[in-house]
């Protein structure tokens, strides 16, 4: 479904939702009335698309992929935890490529377009430099939200024996955690591609001293969600690490005490096979025989305990 808004200084909202992919309509409409190309439209269309920047010389028109959160409240796929959007910047148009999880977006760029007062040339990319910094204040969330759940796991782990629950819930944290520093990472890439474009001879993106700063800001607020977010994955990788050495400890502590139960138990079998043999035996013939077992057997038992105390501390 395609919806135009007028924003301020004339700018001109072309907003394209789709629960899927693009209709065919919309395509066509877009095409025949904006001189969209199909190549810009497959590009935005794609669901699985890298963050890019791309322009199109011939029609003058900018294409900027960026990650940005799915805001769906159930996720099947940790893949599924960023989806991408586009920009396409034609003229005095605006377009916004999102879907039914990331049709957010667009209440970033309405309420960017009420708090920019200042009148300038390059305010598109003004509206869209506020559309990152929302997006990359959604992932520090996010992070914040991983390192929560990592933390209580942590704390679990302190308080109680371990489980296949935190092994799963490990697993899900360092599937989530690599997809967010992916998309963050794509999202440094794009800025940065903005930033050279815009600051070399060939000026396709002229932009004005205060929005070169804007941009500049949000290239160092990416910068530190990555930052972040490699933190964040290496002490998870470091938490499931532990957990892994904590259930080697459980299964060695329990294969020594096996084995400790294994070589006692095994002598009061010893001591009473040897009584239990028909020939004769010392004091055999004895009616304090089998206290004289008994005792034997306990010496044994204590012997062997004791060599492994002695051996254990050593």
Not at 130 to 159: A, C, G, L, M, T
Not at 179 to 208: A, D, H, W
Not at 224 to 251: C, F, G, K, P
């Amino acid at each position: 479904m395609i919806t135009q808004q007028i924003l301020h200084q004339d700018i001109n909202l072309i907003d394209i939702n789709s629960k899927e992919n693009l209709s065919d309509e919309d395509r066509s409409k877009l095409i025949e009335d904006f001189q969209v190309t199909n190549e810009i439209l497959d590009y935005a269309d794609d669901t699985d698309e890298r963050a890019r920047l791309e322009y199109d010389d011939s029609n003058n028109v900018f294409l900027v992929v960026f990650n940005a959160q799915n805001e769906q409240n159930t996720i099947d796929e940790p893949s599924e935890v960023t989806m991408p959007i586009s920009f396409a910047v034609k003229d005095n148009n605006i377009f916004l490529f999102t879907n039914s999880q990331t049709y957010y977006v667009k209440d970033y760029i309405l309420q960017a377009d009420k708090d920019l007062n200042n009148i300038s040339k390059d305010r598109i990319w003004s509206l869209i430099f506020n559309v990152f910094d929302q997006i990359s204040n959604d992932y520090n969330d996010k992070i914040n939200e991983i390192n929560h759940r990592r933390n209580k796991i942590q704390d679990h782990i302190k308080r109680h024996k371990s489980n296949n629950k935190q092994i799963f819930e490990l697993s899900d944290l360092q599937d989530l955690i690599t997809y967010i520093s992916t998309s963050i990472n794509g999202n440094f890439n794009v800025v940065k591609q903005i930033e050279i474009i815009s600051s070399g001879k060939i000026r396709s993106i002229s932009l004005s001293k205060n929005s070169h700063e804007h941009l500049h800001d949000s290239i160092i607020e990416i910068e530190q969600m990555r930052e972040q977010a490699s933190l964040a994955s290496d002490t998870i990788d470091r938490v499931a690490n532990t957990y892994n050495n904590i259930l080697n400890n459980q299964t060695n502590t329990t294969m020594k005490i096996l084995t400790i139960y294994t070589i006692v138990l095994s002598i009061p079998t010893i001591v009473s096979g040897f009584y239990g043999m028909n020939m004769p035996l010392p004091v055999s013939d004895k009616k304090w025989s089998w206290v004289f077992s008994i005792a034997l057997t306990i010496f044994m038992i204590g012997l062997i305990l004791w060599d492994l105390h002695r051996r254990d501390r050593s």
